[in-house]
């Protein structure tokens, strides 16, 4: 297997196979040698209208020989849902593709997962190829085979953990993307530098004070390349989520309620995933885990992302409290959260009382 | 883990898990060791409309100790679809089962599909349970861990690999299952002497020569335990479906082409595999791999168990080779046959010429 010159290449190892990532400039052009060895088989390929102008005739170039059909979706996380995923499997047996075809996902995270799930039950499982175009999605969604699709009264209820043969990260799709995204995506890389702490979370810092945008390929190649290899490091050791993967939703408990809250139509992900980074680490100030300098420092790098980080005006603390406590409630779950003391040292906590929890969410709030 | 009294119990192993496969009698009133386990969590028990009256309420005393909800499908393969399955989800959503929860399949193969895969994909996957009611799921659909739903273009076209926590296989329940239904059963057991060969082969000659009804429950139990045996033992060895468990489907490449032109309505499915297990033993004897003597003899076998073989009249034989050879041109997929020399001797082939195939069909037609 030839591959692209300068690009990393991470091993995602798990109990049934390893696969590499790709992180890259220019692969879109350069990377037929993913699909030598699919050359015979029979491909779909799943974009979004607003990806698949861009990006898919490039990648159809890059893979001649290959026998490939497209699908294109509306672009939105309310289409990540049964509907589309119907109309994926439609094509697949109009088209009577075999056991033996696989898919490739071209766009962010909602084409990902649904691509990702649609292969996992088609057929009982068929290979499929992740080509993440924004940076929330080759940072995180990428990798480690989550896949989904929401139901009406979930996000992500229904899915599988299912792994791609490959992830093709090309940075060069960062150009195009809008930048309230790229700076969504941002809040991802924040919480693996959060997880992982070191020099990652030193060098992070001060890249973000000089500013990183989506047109600085030699900073964020190798940044993407580190996420990923964070993430690649957990699922090796926990693929189904039983323990230590956990740790990977740094912020989301947080970041969920808000955007159940909101009916996921005021934030993107990354952006409540920004706000709940910053509850997260107040609420392990509050505990006693870690130094209030650290949230200091975490709201100083959210904000040289240009992300906001305080719960907005509008939204009501009692309320999204009795939310979260309400979950928590509920036969035997308790409501769980990854706290820390430091960076790179991050754990589980199931045992938050409410009235912390609560004066976290009021000192979080922008308001007054 | 205190077990009934004089039940079998067959491990099937795994890549992911290892689970027990208990074939005994009256298990389902003395089945409350296999929750034991798992008696703290949430459980939703999926059953079918004919089934459910019959046997709930004792499976429900069985486990008094466990939080119960029950959903009643309704009973048939057509059931078998995305409105059940949403039906599943819908259920457990509503209910807030967690990650930890678990399902019950109590019913036949439908009921044991669809709850599988709700199973494998809720919350991307809990853990679930098998209680077969019927001879065919006994012997073949409960374990092993295929899961699938209808596709209104193609049968268990959307499905996965999701391996149960246990199988629990009360013989008792064949004593309510509709006779036709028994018959059907019987045609995947001698699937299974066909597989397997040797004295196991013999003895199930004899019996059906001697005749087995469904109250046979000394018959009954080890024969179902020695079907479970072999499954398990192929299933180890294979469980994706990558070569060796093709061989599970002798006889059923004829019998779902059968199933396809009568569009499901004609037979059950263990009566489609009777015929196509005829015609599979006289393609091997066409093709020179079996003697006549085995054809005939598999031709006793089936008629004893009360099972018609013969392609009936109302199926157009040409039309029944063209749809198998159009499957066969499409794409590079090869119209594979489990084929046998002899009982424990089978293999795959993927190169019948047409002209055999039609003989085969014309000599396994009844008319004329």
Not at 89 to 104: A, V
Not at 157 to 177: C, H, K, W
Not at 233 to 258: C, S
Not at 317 to 329: F, G, I, N, T, Y
Request: overall charge negative.
């Amino acid at each position: 297997m030839v591959k692209a010159n300068n690009a990393y290449q991470i091993d995602v190892i798990t109990g049934e196979n390893t696969y590499p990532v790709y992180v890259g400039e220019g692969l879109l052009e350069h990377c037929s040698f993913v699909f030598e060895q699919l050359a015979t088989r029979q491909v779909l390929m799943v974009s979004n209208e607003t990806v698949a102008p861009l990006y898919m005739d490039k990648l159809l170039n890059a893979m001649p020989d290959v026998e490939t059909d497209c699908l294109i979706l509306k672009d939105g996380e309310q289409y990540k849902n049964f509907t589309s995923l119907q109309k994926i499997y439609d094509k697949l047996i109009d088209g009577r593709y075999h056991r033996d075809s696989y898919l490739i996902a071209l766009g962010g995270g909602v084409v990902g997962d649904i691509t990702g799930f649609a292969a996992s039950t088609y057929q009982r499982g068929i290979a499929y190829i992740q080509i993440p175009t924004t940076l929330l999605a080759q940072v995180d969604a990428s990798v480690g085979g989550k896949t989904a699709i929401n139901h009406p009264l979930g996000k992500n209820m229904i899915g599988s953990f299912y792994q791609p043969e490959a992830v093709v990260i090309d940075v060069n799709t960062l150009r195009t993307l809008p930048e309230r995204e790229f700076k969504a995506g941002l809040a991802e890389v924040i919480k693996y530098a959060l997880l992982h702490g070191g020099t990652f979370f030193d060098t992070l810092y001060q890249q973000l004070e000089e500013g990183i945008d989506a047109s600085d390929i030699e900073v964020l190649k190798p940044l993407i390349a580190k996420c990923c290899r964070i993430k690649a490091d957990i699922v090796r050791q926990d693929e189904k989520e039983t323990g230590l993967r956990a740790l990977l939703n740094l912020g989301h408990t947080f970041a969920h309620a808000l955007e159940t809250l909101s009916a996921y139509k005021r934030w993107l992900h990354g952006e409540a995933v920004a706000i709940g980074l910053y509850c997260a680490v107040l609420l392990s100030v509050k505990l006693g885990y870690a130094k209030l300098s650290l949230a200091e420092k975490v709201a100083h790098m959210l904000s040289c992302a240009g992300l906001a980080y305080k719960i907005p005006v509008g939204i009501d603390v009692e309320q999204l409290c009795d939310k979260m406590m309400l979950d928590k409630k509920i036969k035997d779950k308790r409501l769980q959260f990854v706290l820390l003391e430091a960076p790179g040292a991050c754990f589980l906590n199931s045992e938050v009382p409410e009235r912390l929890l609560k004066e976290t969410l009021i000192e979080a709030f922008e308001g007054d």
